[in-house]
């Protein structure tokens, strides 16, 4: 396998390589073994889902070659990858196949500077090797051999270059130490191999503290978030790099970084305090590398958090602004052939309701990015005003990017950057902006379905709920229902009131288990079919075990608590009836309330033989009957006696004339949100019968 993957590499002239092997459900890739970069390097993908937003998964999955030809085509079709590596390189990422299937999938670099297409030669290289590949995982399988440890891929050593004779060694030693400034070799793992002694004075350390270690863990003062970042560009990108470092307390050296396959030689100098530096040393302009991480680290956690576009809109404002030294975003999508305004910060409002539903225009920034997919950059106006000379300065900012928001390949929105003074976009910052921008626009889209299925699924349960509840002469009635916690979905819990005749009435609570679509469909056929039997008059046990036998036959693969009690307001009883339900609660007239002990009865939909026995009660004027569903007493770490006890608390507290009093009171103490609430207050009068 070495083997192989070393001659793909040599053949196709590619820097580096990552073989991967799918594994046996056929749902990840683990990483087997590397060339030409450290295992640091390769550490946040050594497991990829087959699903993942990155080259070899879309090349397993889709079974074809992806190629990604530079940095900012990385940055707007692989947002994740092009965060954690925001370099200058190509990438080629195939299949490996076999006869019988795909097998795993090949990752192949390039230095920047590549065409921006494989040659044919490469081309018929990379297909040939990931045959070969392919050949060897088939043939490791059925000889029952384990490919890969899951977590340490194995390393390839970099191809051994010529052995110098001794009297080239002395002439190159020689050579070195003739040279101004100091010389230090770096190996792929960036370990320090070789320093002459300019080196070693230069930094003020010994070679045998030098010699093996890591520059940034060897000299303290070193370990910035530049060094190892400028190292990382060299290594991935196989590009001169540079920087400057201040050695305690006062002395600037500067660092040339030269790669190549074997390793990096790094040439170290004395240098000003960077006022009259060479450009070239300098860092860019911008946010800090280690800043942008924290803040993307934030925006990524966050974001996958946003279950609606207003979530959206204010993680990335709480989250970009601030990383970025922006001071406004605006945040827009197309909606049947006009720009729809999703969210902004930092701009007047009447300014952008002038741009928010006027037609689509390539004359607009906002509106000429969600055409192409492409990002702008305006360090001033006057660099705007060429490209979109239609466009007014109205805003009073200084400099403007505009980026598309990507999701499945294609711009499904776009985000407007502003800052209030001249601002550059140096090549790795416009990455990291394309980059964050592709995270934004995954979660857009995942958060502009919920929101369509949320809309679609609350009108299904509204529609299913009862609009309102009969007028029963005598009986006053009060009910309340509240939906789960956002994010959490829509459930079954249902409420009814039936009138079954001048004198008898009829009242239902129950609750599906579930928060989902078909939960709230169960919960319409439960209320159907109790409210079916209980119009031809069957007691509650018949109404039970009637709507208990139909969801038995239906077998839905969903249980259901249901409690009916039916009211005889001219006889003054109650009688009640519980499958699996929360006892109702009675107040009484004196203010007493009392939770009624109704013998117990089986979920509706597990044993079509089960029987609900049922209670009677009195049923005077002034008293209260309260039905509820779990989601008013239920709390994580709660006892449900405790809880069902405080109910009882607030009921007997409540004035009894009033409901819908009483109803808001029980609700505003009800445990956070967690689950849906349904409530049910009923009481006679004493004109009832």
């Given at each position: ?89 190509a ?5 490996v ?29 990379v ?57 230090v070799g770096?190996d ?68 040339e ?44 956690t ?15 404002a ?6 970025l ?8 999508t197309a ?12 701009y ?31 360090p001033?106006f ?103 916690a956002r ?8 409420y ?136 008013l007493?239920?709390?994580?770490g ?52």
């Open positions: 396998m070495d083997t192989a993957l070393a001659d793909v590499v040599r053949a196709t002239r590619a820097t580096g390589a990552m073989l991967y092997v799918l594994t046996p459900d056929r749902t990840a890739l683990w990483l087997s073994h590397v060339a030409g970069a450290p295992r640091e390097v390769v550490a946040p993908w050594t497991r990829v889902a087959v699903g993942d937003p990155i080259p070899v998964a879309d090349a397993v999955r889709e079974e074809r070659l992806v190629w990604v030809n530079s940095q900012e085509e990385m940055a707007r079709r692989y947002p994740r990858p092009a965060v954690v590596l925001p370099y200058d390189f990438l080629a990422a195939v299949p196949a076999s006869d019988s299937g795909v097998r795993g999938g090949l990752v192949l670099l390039w230095p920047s500077g590549h065409p921006p297409q494989l040659s044919r030669a490469e081309h018929d290289a297909r040939a090797g990931s045959r070969r590949l392919g050949y060897l995982f088939e043939q490791a399988a059925r000889r029952g051999e384990a490919v890969v440890s899951p977590g340490r891929p194995h390393i390839l050593p970099p191809e051994p270059g010529r052995t110098p004779t001794a009297e080239e060694a002395w002439a190159g030693t020689a050579l070195l130490d003739r040279l101004p400034g100091g010389y770096l792929l793992n960036g370990r320090i191999t070789l320093v002459t002694p300019a080196a070693t004075d230069l930094v003020g350390a010994s070679p045998d503290r030098l010699l093996g270690a890591l520059p940034w863990e060897a000299l303290p003062w070193m370990d910035v978030p530049h060094v190892e970042d400028r190292y990382r560009a060299a290594l991935i990108s196989r590009t001169p790099q540079s920087f400057r470092v201040l050695r305690p307390p006062g002395t600037w050296l500067s660092f970084l030269y790669p190549d396959p074997s390793g990096i030689s790094v040439r170290i100098d004395r240098t000003g305090d960077g006022q009259d530096a060479d450009p070239v040393t300098r860092m860019p302009h911008g946010p800090g590398r280690a800043t942008m991480l924290y803040h993307l680290m934030h925006l990524a966050t974001l996958t958090e946003a279950v609606g576009v207003q979530d959206v809109v204010d993680q990335t709480q989250q970009l602004l601030p990383a030294g922006a001071q406004a975003m605006v945040l827009m909606e049947d052939g006009r720009l729809r305004i999703l969210g902004h910060r930092g007047n409002p009447e300014l952008l309701a002038r741009f928010d539903g006027t037609p689509l225009s390539r004359d607009i920034p906002g509106a000429a990015v969600l055409a192409t997919g492409e990002p702008g950059f305006f001033s006057t660099q705007m005003a060429d490209v979109y000379p239609k466009m007014t300065h109205e805003d009073g900012m200084a400099a403007w990017a505009v980026l598309p928001l990507i999701a499945s390949g294609r711009p499904i929105g776009s985000v407007l950057l502003s800052y209030d003074r001249p601002h550059t976009f140096p090549p790795s910052e416009r990455a990291i902006l394309t980059s964050l921008a592709g995270l934004v626009g995954q979660a857009l889209d995942r958060a502009r379905l919920y929101d369509n299925k949320d809309r679609l699924a609350h009108r299904l349960q509204s529609a299913l709920l009862p609009h309102s509840l009969p007028g029963i002469p005598g009986l006053r009635v009060v009910a309340r229902y509240l939906p789960a994010g959490l979905g829509i459930g079954g819990d249902f009814d009131l039936i009138r079954l005749d001048e004198n008898t009435a009829a009242a239902a609570i129950g609750d599906v288990q579930g928060h989902n679509v078909d939960a709230a469909a169960l919960m319409g056929q439960v209320r159907t079919a109790v409210h079916a039997h209980a119009t031809v008059g069957a007691p509650p046990d018949h109404v039970l075990g009637g709507t208990n036998r139909l969801l038995t036959d239906l077998d839905p693969g969903l249980f259901t608590s249901c409690l009916y009690a039916h009211l005889d307001l001219g006889n003054r009883r109650a009688c009640l009836a519980t499958a699996g339900h929360p006892p109702p609660l009675m107040r009484h007239c004196d203010g007493r309330t009392e939770l009624l002990a109704i013998p117990p009865g089986l979920l509706l939909g597990i044993d079509p033989t089960a029987r609900y026995p049922s209670l009677e009660c009195a049923l005077p004027p002034g008293c209260v009957l309260v039905l509820y569903t779990d989601g007493v239920e709390a994580p709660v006892d449900p006696d405790d809880a069902t006890a405080a109910l009882a608390g607030l009921v007997e507290q409540s004035d009894p004339r009033d409901l819908e009093a009483m109803a808001d009171t029980l609700v505003r103490h009800a445990p956070a949100p967690g689950d849906d609430i349904a409530l049910l207050l009923l009481s006679p009068t004493p004109d009832c019968g």
